[in-house]
């Protein structure tokens, strides 16, 4: 996804949202000439695939959806904009696996060991030549997020009426 690990970042934040992550999908399939395909998505990656489904319902074969259902849940969108984009460069690879660890130790109460955290953080950081280190997305994705408190987000019951025509698996879970 554009502004995301090794895809170039968007001079305009205004694009970062689902609407237009899902039309680089279509044009992706386009360009390598892939007239239907099997869409597995969690999060925002269900709501690139909902998206898709409704705009072009032929493109997808399949769906399996992580994460996301007819209603987004405040509390997430809100835990997910206490975050993005605020993070600062941090000195070491070591400062940012512990950072990810505290940001992420809900998600894996049971994870206790370093080499799992370690692993996590090489594949969500990058080293910047300065050699900080910094999480792998444009910060300037925030930018585009609104504030839940404010915008409540929608309801996405007409999205998922359209993906329900395809075979669908949605799991949704609290770990």
């Known amino acids: 996804m554009r502004g995301r690990g090794q895809s170039a970042n968007d001079a305009d934040p205004a694009h970062y949202v689902p ?8 044009k992706l399939l386009d360009t390598l000439q892939i007239p239907q395909a099997v869409f597995i ?3 925002m990656g269900g709501l690139i695939t909902l998206i898709i489904a409704t705009l072009a319902p032929d493109r997808i074969a399949a769906a399996a ?6 209603r ?6 809100a835990r997910i904009g206490a975050y993005v ?4 460069p941090l ?13 992420n130790a809900h998600a894996y109460p049971e994870r206790e060991d370093m080499e799992f955290w370690e692993t996590f953080v090489r594949r969500t950081f990058r080293q910047r030549e ?7 997305y444009d910060p300037n994705i925030a930018l585009a997020m609104t504030d839940p408190a404010e915008t409540p987000p929608p309801d996405l019951t007409p999205l998922f009426e359209h993906i329900a025509r395809k075979p669908l698996l949605s799991l949704r879970g609290e770990l």
């Open 19 to 26: 609407a237009v992550y899902a039309q680089d999908v279509l």
């Open 65 to 70: 959806l992580n994460d996301i259902g007819p």
């Open 85 to 88: 984009g605020r993070g600062m």
């Open 130 to 136: 300065d050699g900080k280190i910094e999480a792998d």
């Open 91 to 103: 000195e070491s690879w070591e400062q940012a696996r512990d950072a990810v660890r505290v940001l």
């Open 41 to 43: 998505g969690t999060s």
């Open 72 to 77: 987004i849940e405040v509390s997430g969108l």
